[in-house]
């Protein structure tokens, strides 16, 4: 069984900052892919980024160039740096791990005040 936790969320004004960390009850190296979404009300779950074994990543348009998606093997944990928040980054970010299915965390809130 798979695990994904989630944390760094928070309530943070237009133009700040957050750091979320997902932590896996796995070892990551082999997984294929890890990556971000998220689901803001009354909106489906969209992908935010995913980033590869390889260290390929692959980000929504409309987050290129302010959020950095990362992993550390060594702590089975996979990051995504957030810089210049919108109030339409607020959402609730999932953590997501495809291996042969996939696995959810239970999610964290980013609240993006203007």
């Known amino acids: 069984q798979v695990q994904l936790v989630e944390s760094g969320g928070g309530l943070v004004q237009a133009g700040g900052s957050l750091r979320l960390s997902c932590a896996a009850s796995v070892s990551i190296f082999n997984i294929d892919a890890m990556g971000w979404y998220r689901q803001a009300p009354g909106k489906q779950r969209e992908l935010v980024a995913v980033?590869?074994?390889?260290?390929?990543?692959n980000y929504a348009d409309s987050v290129k160039g302010r959020f950095t998606i990362s992993r550390d093997n060594a702590k089975n944990t996979v990051y995504l740096q957030m810089y210049t928040l919108k109030p339409e980054d607020t959402a609730v970010y999932y953590c997501?791990?495809?291996?042969?299915?996939?696995?959810w965390g239970q999610g964290t809130q980013v609240t993006v005040s203007s």
């Open positions: 980033i590869t074994s390889g260290g390929s990543t």
């Open positions: 997501n791990a495809q291996i042969g299915r996939n696995y």
